[in-house]
C-alpha cells in the first residue's frame, strides 16, 4: 500500500524557514517523480517543485526558485523541501505528490495531473 506522510508545517514569521518531509513507502522509492504542491483557500493547487529520486536536476516554480529547495535521501525513502525567506503568500497547504509509473511522466510543476498519489497535506502559514 502506498503512502506517503508529510510533516513539518507550522506557522512562521515572514523571512523564516520551514523544512517540510515527506515520508513515502508502499513502492520502489528509487525510481519515481516526486513533487511538492500547494493550495490556498480559494485557489487551485499549483506546483512547486519536482524531484526524480533516481537523480536529475530538479524544477521549481518560478515563484519560489530561489528561495526554497527540493531534495531527497533515498536511503530514506524521503523528501524534503527546505524553505526559506518565506512571504505571506506562501500560505497554503503543502501536499507531497508521486508519480511511481515505470517511466513516470511528472516531470515539471505543471503536471498535477500526472500523479497518482497524495499525501494528506500539511499547513504553512506565514505571518506579516
Known amino acids: 500500500q502506498v503512502q506517503l506522510v508529510e510533516s513539518g508545517g507550522g506557522s512562521v514569521q515572514a523571512g523564516g524557514s520551514v523544512r517540510l518531509s515527506c515520508a513515502a513507502s508502499?513502492?520502489?522509492?528509487?525510481?519515481?517523480?516526486m513533487g511538492w504542491y500547494r493550495q490556498a483557500p480559494g485557489k487551485e493547487r499549483e506546483g512547486v517543485a519536482v524531484?526524480?529520486?533516481?537523480?536529475?536536476?530538479?524544477a521549481y516554480a518560478y515563484s519560489v526558485k530561489g528561495r526554497f529547495t527540493i531534495s531527497q535521501d533515498s536511503a530514506q525513502n524521503t523528501m524534503y523541501l527546505q524553505m526559506n525567506s518565506l512571504k505571506p503568500e506562501d500560505t497554503a497547504m503543502y501536499y507531497c505528490?508521486?508519480?511511481?509509473?515505470?517511466?513516470?511522466?511528472?516531470?515539471?510543476?505543471?503536471?498535477?495531473?500526472?500523479?497518482?498519489?497524495w499525501g494528506q497535506g500539511t499547513q504553512v502559514t506565514v505571518s506579516s
Open positions: 505528490a508521486a508519480d511511481i509509473r515505470p517511466r513516470c511522466l511528472a516531470t515539471s510543476v505543471g503536471d498535477v495531473y500526472e500523479y497518482n498519489y
Open positions: 508502499g513502492y520502489t522509492y528509487s525510481s519515481s517523480c
Open positions: 524531484i526524480h529520486t533516481g537523480g536529475g536536476s530538479p
